[in-house]
């Protein structure tokens, strides 16, 4: 039978390095807040319960986690006395009983569900703890992992290492398994009696030694442990999970031209045989069907980009823009909350919100649709097939139907029939021999105000 799993999760802490009015853990990375990564993190891992420890803006945080956990608790820690207190803030659920328990910091949003499995399977191999460590060449600050004939005998926090043990490069990344059975004597062994005064997590390896069990330190990939205290870290994490995503989307069929300089989101979904040409942002809720190509400098947000569809370069897809199969969206083009039809082509300096352009119409250079009239939005319908010349303004709501024509340069306020021709300008007026007469008095106004005389 599967193993039940407890997460505790803990986020109290103040995160005053961010220097910010938002929780540490609400800060993004892909676009997606630290605690809702470590929740996937868990849950992948078969944490079907989460018990969130918080201090302060409980809320908002709740609400980033709780899409991404299975059963989820929430626990206050009233005071910051250490990790271990902070972990019994949730003593209530830890005593439901659960064969595994996982304790994670909210801050450290890069972890796998395969790290966490490895320190669970740990536990189902009998080690009643199993701390997840990583090496690095700058351990000053890191508890050490102190091993003995392979098992764990120890971990020191920095402050209270011996300088022998500071020359330990095995580090706790801070997140364990603890065996269910065993955790709440443990933690309510923990003392305080070490450099900060503080009820450490880290004393049950020791603790549990001593009560003659076994406890056993798993190494992960350092970048997979880091913790973010800064915007410094924040950005690296940035940067590592960046890297990731964009590997395993180039493995999965996708081409990028300078990947280091493309950016995607932590639900992006881009099929194989895309093209992404350097500088192209993608913010959440973007998909991109095979085929297509999105050309430098474009920035896409909750859109859906058709099969073999072309975007930009320098082009704009927000909230909405849906385009179907190999439609264009060309240079300088903004899409807003529209359907886009099939090889329909919206390629220059155009501007299309809350609007349905059906397959193959054409919008010329300029097409702006004015859905706004300061309180509310309308919609514009253009027609399959319908022509739009260049500079034309459609003055929502209006309906263009099927092949329509519409004049350049048309204020189109009326709908338009399908099959019609729509002027919404003035008519040319042509005068003859006009042309000289305003050139020469164009050219003595020139001369008067070089020799600075008055005006008549
Ligand atoms: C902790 C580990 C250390 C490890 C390091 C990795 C302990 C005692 N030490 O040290 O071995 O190398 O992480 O980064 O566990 N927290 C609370 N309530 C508290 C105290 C902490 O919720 O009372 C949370 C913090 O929000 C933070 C995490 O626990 O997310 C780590 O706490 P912190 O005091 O920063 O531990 P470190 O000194 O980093």
Redesign the pocket.
Known sequence: MARSCLAVV??????TRMKSDLS??LHPIGGLPMISHVMKAVTGAGAGSVAL???RQAEAVEQAAAPFAGEMSTWV?E????????VL?ARQVIEQGFDDILVI????PLISRETLSRARAGLAGGADVAVIGFRTDNPH????LIERDGALVA?R??KDATAEEQQIDF????LMAIAGSKALALLDAVGNDNA?G??????IVEIAIRKGGRAIAIEAPWRE?I?I?TRVGLAEAESLWQHEKRRELMLSGVSMIAPETVFVSHDTIIEPDVVLEPNVMIGPGVTIRSGATIHAFSHLEGATVGGNCSVGPFARLRPGADMRDRAKVGNFCEVKKAVVGEAAKINHLTYVGDAVVGAGANLGAGTITCNYDGVNKHVTQIGAGAFVGSNSAFVAPVTIGDNAYIASGSVVTMDVPADALAFGRSRQVNKEGRAPVIRARNEAEKRRRQKGEPKD
């Open positions: 803990l986020a109290a802490g103040e995160g540490k853990v420890v918080l201090g820690q005071q910051r006395l250490g990790t271990a207190n902070a803030a910091f909210g801050d450290t600050g890191y508890g050490r971990i926090e920095h580090c706790n990344a801070g900060k503080e009820f450490y997590l880290t004393d442990t913790g205290d």
